[in-house]
């Protein structure tokens, strides 16, 4: 672990939607103490909806290095990421490295790190469904054991990674989603986003998304899941992403007449279309805490969650056969979700102060 004593140079590797958010309020703390901060994109997610429109919403530079590695196997797209930023490394010659949450890029950059000189950080530490059957669980347990420095998002990842052995090496930062929410959601306030045509603002409806291959990947389910979501409200208005798009086309798959198809929204459309929302059907880690965090009722579309604070303060229910109805939501809780919870928004400066801490150059 060769560390320069000055000023760290660091790189963070990303390649999925919701990392671009979370590396977003890194980067920008970064900038703020003047370190050198690098990004690296994996290529995972490189459609423009997916990808360049969250650089632009978070105002991200372009990334230092983009690995092109795109669509694959699991097991082919992380060997790409892993034959590729080996070499990206080489070339930036950063002292840290971290990575977030749980993506195949998140395993890639792990596994290639942990052999390499760099310091490895995990920022979305401690995340568990223990569901082994979700690519995501191996992918955050590997980048979990590997990292020299996990930064946990909430007291129940802390106590998970305690039982894993591995507290000596966490610390609780907080949730840097509060961060990119927060600031997100007083801009999409102020200046609402230019939404996709033909969608209407006011009204009552429910903000669905649903991608995970539990859902999408077997035709059966697929069915099932749009079939109930038509029959949870009349306005029921999906967000479409690659994953799901191609699946309703294979299966030649129409939606119910309740149910609408939308792109897939960038992150300041995603956050006014919630805000609009009566309720939320999703099956993405991220929306959950987003609803819970914006006071709407979310039911997810899975067996277990990772987030199970949301599910304990009455935000969440976790309904694979998607049977809650829209009474149920309205008997939801009505209270905002605790700061102590998810953390008060300075979530990145936590990450900041930690990393620098551990390659001793902490800074205030
Ligand atoms: C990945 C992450 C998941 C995260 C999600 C956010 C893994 C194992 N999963 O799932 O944890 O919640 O991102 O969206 O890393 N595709 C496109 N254009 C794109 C990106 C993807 O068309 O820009 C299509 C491809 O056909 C691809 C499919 O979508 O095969 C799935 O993409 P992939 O990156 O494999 O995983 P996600 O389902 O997006």
């Known amino acids: 672990m060769a560390v320069s004593a000055v000023s760290p140079k660091i790189v ?3 390649g999925a939607r919701p990392q671009f958010v979370k590396v977003a309020p890194v980067h920008h703390e970064f900038q ?67 990575i977030y949450g749980d993506t195949n890029t ?9 052999k390499r000189s760099e310091v490895l950080v995990h920022v979305e530490a401690g995340l568990r469904s223990y569901n082994r059957r979700m690519p995501e669980e ?19 990842a802390m106590a998970i990674l305690a039982r894993e052995g591995l507290a000596d090496r966490s610390r ?19 200046s609402p986003p230019t939404m996709p045509d033909g969608w209407r603002s006011g009204g009552e409806y429910v903000f669905a998304t649903i991608h995970r291959a539990e859902n999408t990947d077997t035709e059966m389910r697929l069915r099932y899941v749009l079939e109930r979501l038509g029959s949870m409200h009349d306005d029921v208005r999906i967000a479409v992403h690659p994953r799901l798009a191609i699946r309703m086309k294979d ?30 059907v999703t099956d993405s880690g991220g929306l959950q805490k987003e609803a819970a965090l914006l006071a709407r009722p979310c ?26 109805s829209i009474h149920d939501w309205s008997r939801m809780t009505r209270q905002p979700l605790a700061e102590e919870v998810f953390g008060d928004g300075h979530a990145a400066a936590r990450i900041a102060n930690s990393i620098l801490h551990q390659v001793g150059t902490a800074r205030d």
């Open 32 to 98: 703020r103490l003047g370190i050198d901060h690098a990004i690296i994109h994996s290529g995972q997610h490189y459609d423009d909806s997916m990808s360049s429109s969250f650089f632009d919403d978070l105002a991200l530079p372009e990334p230092a290095i983009n690995l092109g590695a795109g669509s694959d196997s699991h097991a082919g797209q992380t060997a790409t990421i892993m034959t590729r930023l080996d070499g990206a490394l080489t070339q930036l010659r950063p002292d840290v490295v971290v």
């Open 138 to 156: 191996v992918n955050r347990i590997a980048a979990d054991h590997l990292s020299h420095l996990l930064l946990a998002p909430t007291r129940t």
């Open 299 to 324: 039911v997810t579309a899975r067996h277990e969650t990772e987030w199970l604070e949301t599910v304990e303060a009455g935000w969440n229910i976790v309904d694979p056969q998607l049977i809650t």
């Open 106 to 114: 998140t395993l890639a950059a792990a596994v290639v790190v942990a």
């Open 251 to 280: 299966a030649r798959i129409v939606q119910p007449p309740s149910v609408s198809l939308w792109p897939a929204l960038s992150y300041h459309q995603t956050i006014h279309a919630l805000l609009g929302s009566l309720a939320v």
């Open 172 to 190: 609780l930062v907080g949730d840097v989603m509060v961060d990119a929410l927060r600031y997100v959601e007083q801009q999409v306030r102020v």
């Open 12 to 14: 963070s590797v990303v």
